[in-house]
């Protein structure tokens, strides 16, 4: 009988304790990616985000570079009109560049475009985004990193992996790129959490656990 009683205890125990480890990460909604919020301060105060040059070095049959930098800027209709947060398309960026420094990263190759852009950042937007692809001969998927442009301080990311049976086309780089600006609305939302979180702890540090999966 007490073994029993144990044995029961034990499950009780296991069930609720599970519970409560996923009752204290809050999910993203919408998104199916993985958001971290480095900086919740930070993100409460970014007015524009600029879209920086592209990152993805394409394999054979798969979209080409201008393609993909493309979709980044058009599928910024996807953040909600009641988000604080503009987007800079990478042509208003380059146009920016132009007019402020008198240089045309279009004209640049990649490498010294995007360290340009880099350099001159804070000419675009108070804050920029650097999307890379990963497209190994297995595995597609493609990271967002959001900077500060005074600081290039690492605000939040956004992470997808695409299923293994994606093709590889613009539908799916479509897709990265629209819940990329939706995860934006998703992380304004729990950005004051994470700062209440983080306040009770005690902590000033970024707490892992604001890691979200859906």
């Known amino acids: 009988m007490k073994r029993l ?20 990460s809050p999910k993203v909604g919408s998104v199916p990616g993985v958001v971290e919020i480095s900086n919740p301060e930070a ?6 985000i600029a879209v920086a040059p592209l990152l993805y070095t394409p394999n054979e049959d798969e979209p080409a570079w201008p393609v993909i930098n493309s979709i980044m800027s058009e599928a910024s209709i996807h953040i909600d009109e009641k988000c604080p947060v503009t ?13 402020i420094e008198g240089a045309d990263i279009a004209l640049m190759s990649r490498r010294d475009a995007t360290r340009y852009f880099k350099d001159h950042a804070t000419y675009t937007a108070d804050a920029y985004v650097e999307a890379t692809v990963t497209n190994g001969s297995k595995k597609l998927d493609m990271f967002f990193n959001v900077y500060n442009s005074a600081t290039h301080e690492i605000i939040f990311t956004y992470k997808e992996v695409a299923p293994s049976y994606s093709s590889r086309q613009e ?13 934006i609305n998703e992380a304004v939302k729990l950005a004051p959490k994470v700062i209440e979180d983080r306040a009770e702890k005690g902590s000033s540090k970024y707490d892992p656990e604001w890691n979200f999966k859906k």
Do not use: H, P, W
């Open 5 to 24: 009683i144990t044995i029961l205890m034990a499950i009780c125990i296991m069930v609720f304790g599970t519970q409560a480890v996923f009752a204290a």
């Open 43 to 48: 993100l409460l105060a970014i007015q524009q």
């Open 87 to 99: 987007i800079v398309t990478y042509d208003e960026a380059a146009a920016r560049l132009a007019t």
């Open 171 to 183: 539908k799916t780089f479509n897709n990265f790129c629209k819940n990329f600006y939706m995860s």
